[in-house]
């Protein structure tokens, strides 16, 4: 990895051309994500502290991958990322207008964070040292995310089941096809699609584990990403 990190050239023209287009699905993700925790905290009174101070890290986030754009003197590609996101973001919003938290919590808690972290993780070894350094301590913030969703989709584990193979069902798929929309880019960037995908995977079956599905369910929902990939 230290060598391929080498042969990246971060202020090359193709670099950055790539780097627009992926800087701006990380900032876009983290403001839609601070979005979607404080609307479940809405939802969610019990837990609006909590939910407020989630939402504010990802505010902070968003600042953090902002400054790795000036860094090397790149312009964001906004509106690419926000029809990139669009299809989660739609879904997430549907089911908060249904009060389908458990929905919501897969699409933003698992789903998002789980392709969050893989990513983060993918790029780190990849990143110029600027953004490498921002992207660690952000990662760390993002398991913190992923064990609030676990942590109330498991304890609400024997009402929400359905729902959450349901969400599954709607969600996952879409995931693979927004890894296959930036598959070239983040070759550029050093980070292939097939490492994101297990790592991806890892990290969602993990999740679904904690939460109180078995070996064979997982499998099962995990199906429904892989075919479409």
């Given at each position: 990895m230290t060598q391929a990190t080498l042969e990246l050239n971060y202020t090359s023209a193709t670099y950055k051309d790539a780097y627009s287009r992926i800087n701006a699905i990380v900032i876009e993700g983290e403001r839609e994500a601070h979005d979607n925790y404080t609307q479940l905290a809405q939802l969610l009174p019990d837990d609006t502290d909590e939910l407020i101070r989630l939402s504010k890290m990802e505010a902070r986030h968003k600042k953090g991958f902002e400054a790795c754009g000036r860094n090397l003197e790149v312009e964001p590609?906004?509106?690419?990322a926000e029809e990139f996101f669009s299809k989660l973001h739609q879904n997430f919003q549907d089911a908060a207008a249904a009060g389908q938290i458990a929905t919501c919590l897969v699409i933003q808690g698992l789903i998002i964070e789980c392709f969050a972290i893989a990513a983060y993780n993918i790029y780190i070894p990849m990143a110029d040292p600027f953004a490498r350094k921002i992207t660690?301590?952000?990662?760390?913030?993002?398991?913190?995310?992923?064990?609030?969703?676990?942590?109330?989709?498991?304890?609400?584990?024997?009402?929400s089941k359905e729902e959450v193979e349901a969400?599954?069902?709607?969600?996952?798929p879409l995931v693979w096809k927004m890894l296959n929309q930036v598959e070239a880019?983040?070759?550029?960037?050093?980070?292939?699609k097939d490492a994101m995908v297990e790592d991806f995977m890892i990290q969602y079956?993990?999740?679904l584990e904690n939460i109180g599905f078995t070996t064979r369910e997982i499998m099962k929902m995990s199906v429904y990403g892989l075919t479409a990939a």
């Open positions: 590609d906004l509106k690419f660690e301590g952000v990662v760390k913030d993002e398991y913190t995310h992923l064990n609030f969703g676990e942590e109330w989709l498991k304890a609400n584990f024997e009402t969400a599954n069902r709607q969600n996952l880019d983040a070759k550029v960037l050093g980070m292939e079956s993990g999740a």
